[in-house]
């Protein structure tokens, strides 16, 4: 189970959650990260500064692999702001793998001059303080995030986020038609963000780069609201 | 620099205005970009609301509308909006919305103000009306040294003058002192007031009457055995053809081509000050125009003439390639077509005998606008002199006329499908017949008689005796601009064609929103222009029949207003120039070359400049419609 669903269940909602922890830690950065809060549920989601998050892995699993970039680019239902973003090159614990380092484009030297997660998870923590994170497929981000956080401090770091991928999946997987195509033997659409993002008529970018994927999501997302809900839908029908 | 905004970068490089940016402005603007996204059908911006940013298409594509509704524009990947906004209040005057769903990327407010103070051709690019295309145009002329260069630069040395009460032979000495070929003849003045008349630096008062050539004294002299001391003023052949030192290279080259010379006398104001010869020009510029004149009128038959076509088009497709300008282009072209014509008249006339009565070849559209392509029509009428008996005369020259157009048509000038020519007997007519069509068609303005008739109103001596064109010209340049049912009735039909939106995409953008494959460029755009002109310059008595000669009398007279002749005579020599570069693209791909031009094969610039010139006709045809109302019935 991921740990973002279980907190759902368990908890009575993501203010109260962040309330406890920001006067339980000890972790300053925990602290600031919690003590932004975030917002009350049914905040509509046009005035909710959100920050899409991207990170690239070495692989699925957050015991086994890990962190080696990590991209955010700010905005909201408006805009988009790319140079306000953020973008670092993480340090693996252990060496790259030949096919990994192809597969994201970073260099040896890159990762090699890096520093390691535990050296820039303040300032990870600092950028996302205040913001509802977005990302495309929520499996990942919060996982990694939450395990490094728990190597390097002994603490969970737990946050709500919006997922574009599951959005995509509402529409184009569920419903009576799809079943009907299901039946009929009909392949589901896919829902994978360079996918996704076609059937709003946005550009291919190219992909394998934790930034450029955010700024991808956050596009994604101002079509999916613009394509599917009222700008005032309350955040708690969207995030998880 | 981060891959989004290499992305970005990289995207925006390859679209004007950025594509023309310097890489660190380029880099400056792609860093400041934000972005927003737009469902089809929803609005961007509305009127009156605050412009903070340069939009940006990345994809997708949106309508702008004008205060009425009306639609002004469509865009799509790669166009800016809101430039216009940004220049002047910081307030949207034209309401935008997306039409498919639309990515934009927003350049800041402040990086647009820094990107237009540190780059010229960005500042052009984005500013209001006119100035692209207008530079376009300018930068081209500038480029031209033809244009650019006087024609005073050319001469090297005074001019060898001696008195034409001289004999040749004291001539022939003065030249070989002298290492020339050419001497002109004075005489010495009264005072009186005439064009050659001027006075020399002692004072002493000249007038200019004649040229000798090394060829006339050995034409005229040694040939047929006369005397050394024959006065020149026997052998001097008047009608002498001159330039002012302060024209144009390229007009010093029109001059010689139009009247078949090769040396042509400088004068400043009225005192000559120089003899420029055409291999001065061509020395300065190589330009086949001058050598093929010249082999058409050492061609000896039609067949012969005919085979110099693929010569015509080699020399078009050279001027376009050299970067000359449209009015360079259509002024040697029609060189061409006119000598063309007099050398088959001379064919004719050897065969037929010396004609019985004068008469001039007259010509119309674009021969005698001197704006002539690489593909036209033949458009030629007979003036006859008014001794005209059918009995005697009709056969000799409805047999000329026969032969000039079957002449042309072997030539690559195929018949005029509307029938004006001079083989139709209705278009070979003495003077005086003329003179009551136009008398009729200008006192009894029926518009769908004039939609045929307007052929005639663009009108030119090609062979024979220019006064009777002459005075066809006289009689419509007076009587046409006081009779203001006239000029309604040829106002409203300059109406009927009218120009595209623009071009989007692989497609022609029509005023109602529908779509088209090609462009005729000539038809809704070159013509409809020539039809504008034509009226105002009418309406002002101009005499002129070229498009800028007329709006320069346009101007003169000032019938528009400020600024408006500028942009119809920037939009005309771009229309022009796009219809020249298509056609010489084409006769270089084998293709036949026509006035058919595919949206996609034009540059994202060029749509912009088109989308102006389209504009700026679309304006002047309002204009026309407000300056020459039809009467109310």
Known sequence: ?240 | MEAEIREIRDHMGQYPPFDGLRDELLDDAASAVEIAYFKAGTTISERDQPVEALSYIRSGAVEVYLHNGQLYNRLGEGDIFGQFDLLRNRQVRFPVQAIEDTLLYLIPKSVFDRLCAADDNFADFVELSGSRLKSTVEQSLRDNDMIATRVRRLISRLPVMIEESATVQAAARLMTDNDVSSVLLLKPGNGEDSDRAFSDAEGRQWLLTGMITDKDLRQRIIAEGASGQTPLSIISHGNLITIQSDESVNEAMLTMLRNNIQRLPVLHRRRPVGVVHLSDIVRYETNNSVYLVNNIFNRTSVKALARLTPEVRASFVRLVDEGATSRMIGGAMSSVGRSLMRRLVEFAEAELGPPPIPYCIMVHGSLARNDQSIITDQDNAMVLHDSFDAERHGEYFRELARRVSDGLDACGYPYCKGGVMATNDLWRQPLARWKRYFSDWIAKPDPQRLLHSSIFFDLDAVHGEERFVEELQDLIASRAKASPLFLAALARNALGRTPPLGLFRTFVLEKDGRHNNTINIKRRGIAPMNDVIRVHALGVGSRAQNGFERLDDISRAGALPAGQTDKLSYALEYLSMVRMRHQAQEIKNDHEPDNAMQPEHVSDVERHNLKEAFQILSNAQKFLRFRYPSPSR
Request: charged share 20%; hydrophobic share 40%.
């Open chain 1, 1 to 240: 189970m991921v740990p973002g669903e279980q907190q759902r269940q368990e908890s009575p909602g993501w203010q109260e959650y962040f309330a406890r922890q920001a006067g339980a830690t000890t972790t300053p950065a925990l602290q600031a990260f919690y003590a932004a809060g975030v917002p009350d549920e049914e905040r509509p989601i046009h005035d909710i500064p959100l920050m899409a998050l991207d990170l690239e892995t070495t692989g699925m699993d957050p015991r086994e692999h890990a962190i080696v970039s990590i991209g955010m680019v700010p905005f909201d239902l408006r805009v988009i702001r790319p140079s306000a973003g953020h973008y670092w090159v993480v340090k693996p614990p252990r060496p790259l793998r030949e096919e990994s380092i192809a597969f994201h484009r970073i260099t040896h030297s890159e990762v090699e001059h890096a520093p390691p997660i535990a050296a820039i998870l303040g300032e990870v923590l600092a950028a996302l303080a205040g913001h509802l994170v977005v990302v495309h497929y929520r499996n990942i981000e919060r996982p990694f995030l939450d395990a490094a956080v728990m190597a390097s401090h002994g603490e969970h770091c737990l946050f709500p986020l919006i997922d574009t991928m599951a959005l995509e999946a509402r529409w184009e997987r569920q419903g009576r038609l799809q079943g009907i195509k299901r039946l009929l033997g009909m392949q589901p659409l896919s829902i994978r963000l360079a996918d996704s993002r076609g059937r709003y008529g946005l550009p291919n970018y190219s992909a394998h780069h934790a930034k450029v994927d955010a700024m991808a999501t956050a596009e994604l997302f101002q079509a999916q609201m613009a394509r599917h809900f009222r700008t005032d839908t309350p955040v708690s029908e969207l995030w998880f």
